[in-house]
């Protein structure tokens, strides 16, 4: 079964700081991976999505994440934290088998610290 | 802003009672899936409808049903409600079955007193 391990439910950067989010999937065919940002009291909103084409994917608001078949990972970077980037993330995968749908991790909380 | 809309915001009830939760997709949208938030569950897909008809089902209670009207608005009826079932309910929409990207609504925050 098609599944994803986000690395931490909480992760703390300076302002300025490069930010890393991991995520690891698990998946017996190619995966289309996507990362989705959660900011207070609003619904889910698409960073970036990895579909088999450029294996380093980039987003919105300077986010970019790279695919590695090799290690099983789609890790999200930014080179540079703002404040305004603290919100929850999302790494999900769809599933691409009979049972088509996308599975979404349990969320890391990025806190940016001034 | 998504496109998508969801009423209402708040619902507060007590254990027992039963519940609908609205949504409205963005305009062109065949697909409308549901999908529960909570501290202890994370994000849980429940149930999506394509242009009518259920497509797909994740970990829906059968206490819970949904449905999608020629009009493409869905409702989430959740019926004997436990505490438990305290959660941010969100609508998401695509233009097509399980397209890459799916937009989400604002939620509806439910709490079971």
């Known amino acids: 079964a098609q599944s994803v391990t986000q690395l931490g439910s909480h992760v703390s950067v300076s302002e300025g700081a490069l930010v890393l989010l991991r995520c690891n999937y698990s998946?017996?065919?190619?995966?289309?991976l996507f990362w989705y940002v959660q900011y207070p009291n609003q619904g889910l909103q698409l960073l970036l999505k990895?579909?088999?084409?450029?294996?380093l994917v980039k987003g919105i608001n300077g986010f970019e994440a790279e695919f590695k078949k090799s290690e099983t990972s789609f890790h999200l970077t930014k080179p540079s934290a703002h404040m305004s980037d603290a919100a929850e993330y999302f790494c999900a995968v769809r599933t691409m088998n009979r049972d088509d749908k996308i599975i979404f991790g349990k969320g890391t909380r990025l806190h940016i610290l001034p | 802003d998504s496109g998508v809309t969801q009423t209402p915001k708040h619902l507060i009830t007590a254990t027992g009672q039963r519940v609908t939760l609205r949504c409205s997709p963005r305009?062109?949208?065949?697909?409308v899936y549901w999908y529960q938030q909570s501290l202890d569950q994370g994000l849980q897909f429940l149930i999506q409808?394509?242009?009518?008809?259920?497509?797909a089902k994740g970990n829906i209670l059968e206490r819970f049903s949904a449905q999608q009207f020629p009009d493409l608005h869905s409702e989430l009826n959740l019926s004997s409600l436990e505490l438990g079932d305290s959660a941010l309910y969100f609508c998401a929409s695509s233009e097509q079955i399980w397209d890459n990207e799916q937009f989400f609504g604002p939620g509806t925050r439910l709490t079971v007193l």
């Open positions: 409808y394509y242009n009518g008809e259920e497509r």
């Open positions: 998946s017996s065919v190619p995966p289309y």
């Open positions: 990895y579909t088999s084409a450029a294996t």
């Open positions: 305009s062109g949208d065949l697909s």
